[in-house]
């Protein structure tokens, strides 16, 4: 091997490295405030997961169909690549179950504010030929707005 295409490999994997660790920084960070109860917390570091997340993804792409692009780099400085990979796969599975419990709360919240809204409408009963039985609360059609802020 020559060692240009060493030195490249080894500059591809001490990015690899860099580009993982502050990727599941971030998501770790997220995570904290998915378990803290405070999704809103997690948006400031949405464009900057997203933009990292992305090129992770372009690169990780690039090296699976060639890993000659890695291999020519020292192996301590892989192990470390896959070190850092397993950190970040295991921050991935926390974020899986953060956002996972935050869905089951917010779609009982909203379950919730439904049926109470349904339960609060007037029901109406008429009197005469044209009259109807009250819709009972379970076949009620309810329209309810969100804030997608909130």
């Known amino acids: 091997m020559t060692a240009p295409a060493q030195n490249d490999s080894a500059v591809r994997v001490d990015q690899m490295i860099l580009l993982t ?50 291999m020519a780099a020292p192996a ?5 690549l896959v070190q ?3 950190a970040f796969d295991a921050v991935l599975a926390r974020q899986g179950r953060a956002i996972a419990a935050a869905k089951t709360v917010t779609e009982g919240l909203v379950r919730a504010i439904a049926e109470e809204v349904a339960s609060t409408r007037e029901q109406k009963s008429g009197y005469g030929p044209t009259a109807r039985p009250p819709v009972s609360s379970a076949t009620a059609a309810t329209a309810i707005t969100l804030n997608r802020r909130a």
Not at 76 to 80: H, W
Request: glycine content about 0%.
């Open 84 to 86: 850092v990979t397993e």
């Open 76 to 80: 301590d400085r892989r192990r470390r």
């Open 21 to 70: 660790e502050r990727l599941t920084e971030l998501i770790a960070s997220e995570c904290q405030a998915f378990e803290q109860r405070r999704p809103q917390d997690a948006a400031r570091y949405l464009d900057e997961t997203a933009r990292l997340a992305n090129l992770y993804r372009h690169e990780s792409a690039r090296v699976r169909a060639d890993p000659n692009l890695v």
